[in-house]
């Protein structure tokens, strides 16, 4: 069975979510998330999420991924 998109619902949530739970100032955008894990699936190499992860939290610096207990999307 062929995944759905988002609806725009979704999309909402997730961008409210990762605005809320993130006190990380360089943290990317839903949009910039989305071109960025395209890039990271259709490379012409694996890349481990220890390489690619850090960046989606520190756009700038590429800091430590931070400590999450869970995340949860109503």
């Known amino acids: 069975m062929k995944p759905e998109p988002f609806s725009d619902s979704e999309l909402d949530q997730l961008q409210d979510c990762q605005m809320v739970k993130s006190d990380l100032e360089n943290t990317m955008v839903i949009a910039m998330l989305d071109g ?14 220890s390489e690619w992860l850090p960046r989606v939290w520190d756009v700038v610096d590429g800091g430590n991924t931070p400590r999450v207990r869970s995340v949860l999307i109503e």
């Open 36 to 49: 960025y894990l395209t890039a990271v699936v259709s490379g012409p190499r694996t890349i481990r999420p």
